[in-house]
């Protein structure tokens, strides 16, 4: 099975999981049930993405035991509020139909609406009363993260951010491990399309360790210590995503990855509900 990194709050969380955006309902369900399938414990949604139902019935549809599986979701700003995040996380587990989360994030923290520290408070709240085992934010830069921490004295178990090596994120990863925060990959692999897959040192390092593109990416992530969530809707593809636990990369092919670094993408702060 996939290796596990201990969160702040005593959860174990596999290295390794399932994206499911954009998949709708009936593509989360199978992707869900192909991926359990295939080894993956970690399975990751949002309300956003509109698929928890789908999601939720490929758990299901696993047999496998509760305890085994990490399921994570995300609430959105329209649940930026102490009474409001404390909802958002029972409609969530409503939803996928459990009766805990592993991992609860705020989706974005919307700046303009700043009210994401009365949402963190809500979070702290859940965690008390066990329907969460860890809490934590997406797309957080740590000026968020500060604010949150002094708020409530409580730190995040995890940060979920945009990550790849395109972009390496040095600020942010440095700022999450100077308090113990895990950092996790979205669109690890590139995202949407994949072109990174396509760049010629990419290719180059796949032919150096006769991987694909994919897994020298993924490898990348696994080897600088962040959790990845990367999305395939092929089964072929998301058994080569989780083999690469087996392999490493060098120095020098972890900086050539590195070198590829084009700074920050420029994602919305506010009116994205998905990723
Ligand atoms: P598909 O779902 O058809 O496999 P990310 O997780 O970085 O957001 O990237 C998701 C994109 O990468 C999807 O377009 C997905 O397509 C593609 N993808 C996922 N795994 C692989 C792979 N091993 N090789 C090529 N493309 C992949």
Known sequence: LTPTERLLHGADMPRI???????????????????LAAGYRLIDTAQGY??????????KASGLRREDIFVTSKFGKQSHGRDLAVRACERSLDTLGLDYLDLMLIHWPNPGQDRYVEAWEGLVQVLESG???????????PAHLERIIQATGVVPDVNQI???????RREARAFHDAHGIVTESWSPIGGNGAKMLDLPVVQQVAAQTRRTAAQVVLRWHVQLGLVVVPKSSNP??????????????????MGALSALDQGESVVADSDRTGH
Not at 18 to 35: I, K, S, Y
Not at 50 to 59: A, K, P, Y
């Open 50 to 59: 509109r698929n928890e139902l789908g999601v939720g019935r490929g758990l």
């Open 162 to 168: 945009e990550l790849s090596p395109a972009s390496v």
């Open 131 to 141: 329907r969460v085992k860890a809490i934590g934010t997406s797309n957080f830069k």
């Open 236 to 253: 072929d593809r998301l058994r080569q995503n989780l083999d690469v636990f087996s392999f490493e990369l060098s120095a020098d092919q």
């Open 17 to 35: 999981g399932a994206g499911t955006w954009p998949l709708d309902d009936t593509d989360a369900e199978r992707v869900v049930t192909d991926a």
